[in-house]
């Protein structure tokens, strides 16, 4: 039996997106991260992706400087579809078969999100670009990730961050911090640990869909085999017991 899952959802930031511009979308970095796709498709796996915006656009900076957190969020939400949109040209240039499948209507550049119709695409190899988030405003794009993956029965949720897993500070700001290598959703929680929102993490944990927090630079060094295979290099989140050795998940 094969030691990859069966299918998976790639929960991505817009950040992974803007290179070393500073801001938007910058082609190379849309070049080397669909490469990491299509090795997660060459592997013979569904893959899910479900990207954020905040490359774009962050609605809470609206909400913050006096705008309604309505409209703010709706705007966060078309900023995915355009990074869906970039990451869909990427995947065509390598001729990576793909569909972008919006939250919010917008036909004439993405189809309407319809849970049977990913599920076809996914069971005939086409990598589903989820975008517009939950299509409602007051959920971030982690809830979408982990909402998505478990309306796809996803057999892992993979996260990438700007840090190498779950710490129990974060450790851009303490260098004393803790990384866990394997922690359970109970006390992802309990400890309100920052990598997804609490919405997300219960999601998942309803589920039974296990997370893997690892380092966004992976996806630029073409190294996803070794993300599926091992790990050690990041935080598994599940509901088994906590501890602090290599971890593999065998699907």
Not at 35 to 47: E, F, M, N, R, V
Not at 190 to 202: C, G, H, N, Y
Request: glycine share 8%; hydrophobic share 40%.
């Amino acid at each position: 039996m094969s030691i990859f899952p069966k299918r998976i959802l790639l929960k991505l930031s817009g950040e992974t997106l803007i290179g070393n511009q500073g801001f938007g979308i910058q082609q190379q970095a849309c070049l080397q991260i669909t490469k990491s796709i299509q090795q997660i498709q060459q592997l013979g796996i569904q893959l899910g992706i479900v990207i954020g915006g905040g490359n774009i656009f962050r609605g809470i900076n609206l909400k913050a400087n006096g705008m309604p957190r309505v409209p703010a969020d709706h705007m966060g939400m078309l900023a995915t579809l355009l990074n869906g949109i970039a990451l869909q040209q990427a995947l065509i240039s390598l001729e990576v078969k793909t569909c972008v499948m919006s939250a919010l209507d917008c036909p004439k550049v993405a189809e309407s999100y319809q849970w049977s119709k990913a599920l076809q695409y996914l069971e005939e190899g086409i990598v589903v670009i989820f975008v517009g988030g939950t299509g409602n405003p007051y959920f971030t794009t982690d809830t979408a990730a982990a909402l998505r993956a478990s309306e796809i029965q996803a057999n892992l949720l993979l996260k990438a961050t700007k840090v190498d897993g779950i710490y129990n500070q974060d450790p851009l700001k303490n260098t004393q911090a803790v990384k866990y290598d394997r922690i359970s959703y109970s006390q992802v929680l309990a400890e309100k640990l920052q990598v997804m929102d609490a919405t997300a993490i219960a999601l998942c944990r309803n589920h039974q869909i296990p997370i893997f927090v690892f380092n966004m630079k992976r996806l630029f060094e073409n190294r996803l085999d070794h993300v599926l295979t091992d790990y050690s290099h990041g935080t598994l989140v599940d509901d088994g017991e906590i501890g602090h050795e290599a971890n593999k998940l065998d699907r």
